[in-house]
């Protein structure tokens, strides 16, 4: 697995010779300028945590151009559909799964809200659980720890877990400490700060809590990729 960061929440995971685009809010994002467009991306497969324009972003314009497979809540998926005729989509529900041809997606809870940005109810927000090639990554979506994250670490061996850390929205430094001892990754991957005055957090700070409870923090400049 290679794991690409485009700031805020949009990563790119290359993996079982798929190309698979995370959250792709691209345009629009001030971190992604400069280091990527949404016009460059290719796709095999785009997994939506939930319905914000945040997070939701560029999915019709790289999904309509590249015909990948949309995985997300059903309440997204039927969204897709209704207003955008697409139909190339997986619907999950939590704690649902579904094995594809390259690993295993399992659709996780989290704690956030989820709408669309013109209103529309954007169902449960979530994160996945990605298996594939002998790894595991999980990447939480929007959310604050909650308690299930230790059945999580029990029942998965996480190499990298993707984190929010930028407070405000989601938790911050002290509630991503708390779900990386609970999840027990390999590797903490930090998201979702920085984009914008309300969420800018110091890294060294986080890097350095992360480090004196065990973890083992590991950031992405925009635009930097490494091996899960």
């Known amino acids: 697995m290679k794991l690409t960061f485009f700031g805020h929440s949009a990563f790119q995971l290359e993996t079982g010779g798929q190309t698979i685009q995370i959250d792709p809010f691209i345009t629009g994002n001030p ?14 497969v785009i997994l939506l945590t939930h319905a914000h324009g945040d997070h939701w972003g560029d999915t019709v314009a790289i999904a309509e151009r590249t015909g990948a497979l949309v995985v997300a809540n059903y309440e997204i998926t039927q969204y897709l559909g209704m207003r955008h005729n697409y139909t190339n989509a997986q619907p999950l529900n939590t704690g649902g799964g579904v094995d594809l041809s390259w690993g295993r997606l399992t659709n996780t809870w989290a704690r956030h809200s989820s709408s669309f940005p013109d209103g529309t109810y954007g169902g449960n927000p979530g994160g996945f659980m990605i298996e594939a090639d002998g790894k595991c990554l999980y990447v939480a979506g929007d959310t604050s720890p909650f308690s299930e994250m230790a059945w999580m670490g029990e029942d998965f061996d996480i190499d990298v877990a993707v984190l929010p850390i930028g407070d405000c929205f989601t938790m911050g430094h002290a509630g991503s400490v708390r779900a990386a001892t609970m999840l027990k990754p390999g590797k903490v991957v930090p998201c979702h700060y920085d984009t914008f005055p309300p969420i800018e957090t110091d890294l060294d700070a986080w890097s350095s809590l992360m480090n004196q409870a065990g973890h083992a923090p590991h950031v992405l400049a925009p635009g930097q990729a490494m091996d899960v």
Not at 31 to 44: F, H
Request: negative net charge.
């Open 31 to 44: 971190l992604a300028e400069g280091v990527v467009s949404a016009d460059d991306l290719s796709a095999d």
